[in-house]
């Protein structure tokens, strides 16, 4: 009678504990079900090409979604492009430094462009609600798209006609970071980064009177941390 006894106590015991489990898991899955999943989605942009090879962007914004179902509070966005490395690229086509390209108190300077780097390295979003695209457009850096445009310039609109290789070795164009930091209802806070890839899918150079067009490829991946 005695075992009895404490065999059901043990069996309550361990009924309690596994229900205590159950309910716990619940409660983790419900509050993860709820986090916000914050994605930045790549695109195609198109670009016109003057006579003098001066590229004009039409639309260059990544876009920002919540895929989750809780709100995403505070979200900050930080741009790391590799300047330093592009403007080495670049230089490989300018031997005799013709062009400034250069960056000085802040700005890029690219022979008749200045653009200020800071102001263009951050964009806040004070909330994106869950399954929302509209308004949460993410502006790609002028001084990235036009530091592309310039690099395809120099390597492949601008380079000797006479010459019988007609094959196209592009380096590839150095990969810039959007670093993103937000918080979640419970005042938890949240890390996530991506890779942006940037790469020409046609391009159309320019001829007689007539400009050229260039539709270019922003690829957007996420790093895991």
Request: proline share 3%.
């Amino acid at each position: 009678m005695e075992f009895a006894t404490l065999l059901t106590a043990f069996a309550a015991l361990l009924t309690s504990f596994i229900t205590m489990f159950t309910v716990k898991e619940m409660r983790k899955q419900r509050v993860v079900s709820h986090l916000p999943i914050i994605k930045v989605i790549g695109c195609y942009v198109k670009a016109d090409i003057d006579q003098n090879n001066h590229w004009t962007w039409k639309e260059e914004s990544l876009k920002v979604r919540n895929f989750g179902k809780g709100v995403a509070l505070d979200l900050k966005v930080t741009w790391q492009i590799p300047i330093d490395d592009i403007i080495i690229l670049l230089k490989k086509y300018d031997p005799y430094n013709i062009k400034d390209i250069s960056v000085k108190n802040g700005f890029l300077i690219l022979d008749t462009s200045a653009h200020n780097i800071k102001i263009q390295s951050e964009k806040f979003f004070p909330a994106i609600t869950e399954n929302t695209e509209s308004n949460n457009q993410l502006t790609i850096p002028s001084y990235l798209t036009t530091l592309f445009g310039q690099y395809i310039n120099e390597a492949l609109i601008n380079r000797p006609k006479v010459s019988k290789d007609k094959s196209i070795n592009l380096a590839d164009f150095p990969v810039a970071n959007i670093n993103i930091s937000y918080t979640d209802i419970n005042d938890n806070e949240h890390e996530k980064s991506f890779s942006l890839s940037t790469s020409i899918s046609t391009i159309y150079e320019t001829s007689d009177n007539k400009n050229g067009n260039a539709s270019v490829v922003f690829e957007v991946q996420e790093n895991f941390l």
